[in-house]
């Protein structure tokens, strides 16, 4: 009975220190090719996934700012940056473009049917998640102030201590 009791608490105690993954959803990045969001890894790095939309100026804002440090990022911490567009109809059309003309070195996916939104539970853009190495979820923010990026680059590299 007491190893009974053990184990329940034991399984209890597992289940309550897991961390939450990332859904398997199927999407394109700009070029056409498929992605299955399950199977997305970074080498065991960190990972930041960010949801924006073309239309959206602070979402902009926040990824040209992750942009201009993003070389450094990776340099200092081996994470990888997605960007994941939210644009339907005509709107998904500008995304390549967008990124292109922005410079971005980042992967750019687009989620025009917004299965990927809704499976992440992202209400509005721009919405972020930093998941360890490990693909679980480390931290999540909604919304961008300038200077944003300094708390998420801190965020990253507490995933990697």
């Known amino acids: 009975m007491l190893n009974k009791f053990l184990l329940t ?20 990045d700009i070029d056409g090719k498929s992605i299955n969001t399950g199977k997305v890894s970074n080498d065991g790095k960190p990972l930041i ?8 100026k602070p979402c902009l804002r926040e990824l040209n700012a992750i942009n201009e440090v993003y070389e450094e990022w990776q340099e200092d911490t081996g994470v990888k940056l997605i960007a994941v567009s939210i644009d339907e109809g ?11 003309t922005q410079g971005w070195t980042f992967p750019v996916w687009l989620d ?13 853009v721009p919405s972020v998640f930093v998941l360890d190495g490990k693909g679980n ?4 923010h909604t919304g961008y102030v300038e200077g944003g ?3 998420l680059i801190r965020q990253v590299k507490a995933t990697i201590r």
């Open 137 to 140: 979820i480390a931290y999540r």
């Open 112 to 124: 025009s049917n917004k299965d990927f939104m809704r499976a992440m539970n992202v209400n509005m």
């Open 49 to 56: 996934i960010s949801f924006f939309a073309t239309w959206c």
């Open 9 to 28: 608490g034991f399984l209890l105690a597992a289940c309550l220190h897991m961390k939450a993954q990332i859904p398997t959803v199927n999407l394109k």
């Open 90 to 100: 005509a709107n998904s059309f500008k995304v390549k473009p967008l990124a292109r």
């Open 149 to 151: 990026e300094a708390e």
